[in-house]
Nanobody, 126 residues
């Protein structure tokens, strides 16, 4: 599967932004998906995960209540709605996916993902 992340950019503190991740695959609903970010000099951090059908989601503590992950399997796309952005949200955001998992399972660590997109840069300016 090939993953294409988009939607990043330069925003101000408190702004909102929506990232998209589009997959080139026949059956996108076979894949659990996550958004992972990496800030300069820091380790990768899983910010949100969504199950194959989209019924279950999980969030990192640093983004709970501000970020929302969702998916549209008919469009082969997963979204990350980001609100109340902070300077510490500045990072390259990657979408990642993996198939061959049970329906409803969430992949909550970065090492569980097998397929990665190229990343999109989000910069939050104060």
């Amino acid at each position: 599967v090939q993953l294409q992340a988009s939607g990043g950019g330069l925003v101000q503190v408190g702004d909102s932004l929506r990232l998209s991740c589009t997959a080139s695959v026949r059956t996108f609903s076979d894949y659990a998906v996550g958004w992972v970010r990496q800030a300069p000099g820091k380790e990768r951090e899983l910010v949100a995960a969504i199950s194959r059908a989209g019924r279950r989601t999980s969030y990192g503590d640093s983004v709970k209540g501000r970020f929302t992950i969702s998916r549209d399997n008919a469009k082969n796309t997963v979204y990350l709605e980001m609100r109340s952005l902070k300077p510490e949200d500045t990072a390259v955001y990657y979408c990642a996916a993996r198939d061959r998992i049970v329906t409803g399972q969430l992949l909550t660590t970065t090492t569980q993902y097998e397929n990665w997109g190229q990343g999109t840069l989000v910069t939050v300016s104060s």
